[in-house]
């Protein structure tokens, strides 16, 4: 081969070779960037989830059945507590 071939064959090979090293490099910090995304939507779908509890306790205590609810479950506890306490100083 004559040195112009030769040349070219080098500054091809120097060319290939960067862009396989930038091109290396770029998936791999895609694939972090994957990684952050996906703990962000999972983040986004507990605080989702949160959300939809929240609204349902406001929903439960803003109506007339879930405070009833609310006092009913309220005094059953306090009278099972103090049954409890009845029967240990018996």
């Known amino acids: 081969m004559e040195t ?7 500054i091809l090979s120097i060319t290939l070779f960067l862009f396989l ?3 290396i490099v770029l998936i791999i910090k895609l694939i972090g960037v994957a990684k952050e995304a996906k703990k962000i939507v ?3 779908q507990n605080i989702a ?3 939809d509890d929240i609204a349902d306790n406001v929903r439960d205590m803003t109506t007339v059945g879930g405070l ?3 006092f009913t479950e309220s005094y059953l506890n306090k009278a099972d507590k103090k049954a409890k306490r009845t029967k240990k100083e018996k």
Do not use: R
């Not at 112009?4 to 080098?10: D, G, N, R, S, T």
């Open 68 to 70: 009833v609810k609310h």
């Open 49 to 51: 989830e949160k959300a």
């Open 4 to 10: 112009p071939a030769w040349i070219l064959v080098f």
């Open 21 to 23: 090293v930038v091109g």
């Open 42 to 44: 999972i983040q986004g």
